[in-house]
């Protein structure tokens, strides 16, 4: 009987590492096509960065931390040399705006945006903006950037926006009132933030590809699953929490990749011929995925979304009409 048990559960588990490890079947070509990878330096923004290189595609890497080394590190490795690195800090709306002008200035259009740049927790409850912190890095700072971005978007023939979703968007607590969380309530924890953020992520790509499509711009949304990246450490150290560490540890020594297992559904949305007209969706481990229920209500989605323009303080011509 044990020993049943113990097949099972290892068929179980091989199922598992088989399902996870699949890679993207994308052979499209990227010569002449430009990315923004927010958050390249490291994790999935940098295994991202490097796939979409080695298809020859010009990529600027965005991020807070110097990302020189990594532009010569996938320089090398892909043997393209028109990798670049600008630096962006998507905590503050000011720096954001700086980031974009630049970019308004040097570019001449955008085909793919990812914005993956993201925190599990932050060092402080809110940031200068008065804007919850988890909530500006993941997801106001994303909305502000992908809005001051949209002419060199439009500027592309076939534009792919890409925002960075989570399995943690199922367990979300998102209310209009703990929306923008810059005092503690304690009905809210870390958790939900994180989860509250990563689901203001889908609902920004659900959006967008509404208000966009008549431009031929796609935005979709992406889980890419449980990925051993720094974000878990990172958040382990503000969290403080035993509990997390063990959840984490087990979750990711099951069904864990690394960075390129976890940048594969990423890099398959947005490069993949078969989804070019893919639009509105979210996807996980290379299929399309279900979202929760809470982003059908439309009202509800329109209610955050014209909060979200007041907060990030889009003026009224940066609105999409
Ligand atoms: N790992 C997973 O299992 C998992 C699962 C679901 C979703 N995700 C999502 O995937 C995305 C990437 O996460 P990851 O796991 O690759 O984490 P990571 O290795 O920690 O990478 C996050 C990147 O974002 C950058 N970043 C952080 N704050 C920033 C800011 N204020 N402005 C600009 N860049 C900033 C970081 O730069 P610094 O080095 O300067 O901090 C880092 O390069 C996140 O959106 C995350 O929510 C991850």
Known sequence: MLLLVFLL?????????????RKSDSLTCLVGKTALV??????????????????????IIADRDNAERTVEEI????????????????S?????????????????????????????VGAKLATEDGLNTVMQVN?????????LLLDLLKASDSARIMFLGSISIFSNNLTMENFNLIKKDGTTTLKDLYSNSKLCDVLAAQEFAKKLKKYGIRANSVDPGAVKTDIFRRASVIAKSRFFDTVTGVVLS??????FGGAQTIFHV?????????????FSYLL??????????????????????ELVKLSPEERIS
């Open 288 to 309: 399309r995925f279900f979202k929760p229920s809470i982003l059908k209500d439309q009202k509800f989605c329109d209610e955050i979304w014209k909060r979200t323009e």
């Open 38 to 59: 927010t958050g390249g330096n490291s994790g999935l923004g940098y295994a991202t960065s490097a796939l979409l290189a080695s298809r020859g595609c010009r990529v």
């Open 270 to 282: 947005v490069t993949s011929d078969e989804l070019r007209d893919q639009t509105g969706q979210h």
């Open 92 to 120: 503050s709306l000011k720096l954001t705006r700086e980031f974009a002008n630049v970019l308004k200035k040097t570019e001449k259009k955008i085909d793919i945006l990812i914005n993956n740049a993201g925190i599990g």
């Open 139 to 147: 997801y106001f700072g994303a909305f502000l950037l992908t809005h």
């Open 75 to 90: 320089k090398r490795k892909t043997g393209n040399d028109q990798i670049s690195y600008k630096y962006l800090d998507l």
């Open 9 to 21: 559960l290892l068929t179980l588990y091989l199922c598992i590492r088989l399902f996870v490890s």
């Open 254 to 259: 099951i069904c864990g990749t690394d960075s």
